[in-house]
């Protein structure tokens, strides 16, 4: 179960953004933004954000339309 911040992230992510881009994107800082992809990982059973990604795509987690 991802939280709605999570959430928020991992469509970032999947649509390619950096850390950076994610957190101005959210109003929020680098370092709040790095605690919510280990989580992610976590979470889904993925080793990294490219399959973090693919995953929650696959899953309908994610809609990037």
Aim: aromatic share 2%; glycine share 10%; no cysteine.
């Amino acid at each position: 179960v991802l939280t709605g911040g999570e959430r928020v992230v991992l469509r970032l992510i999947a649509k390619g953004f950096s850390n950076r881009g994610i957190a101005a994107a959210m109003s929020i800082t680098e370092k709040t933004v790095r605690t919510h992809p280990s989580s992610i990982l976590e979470n889904l059973g993925v080793p990294d954000r490219t399959n973090a990604a693919i995953a929650a795509i696959q899953r309908g987690i994610v809609h990037l339309a």
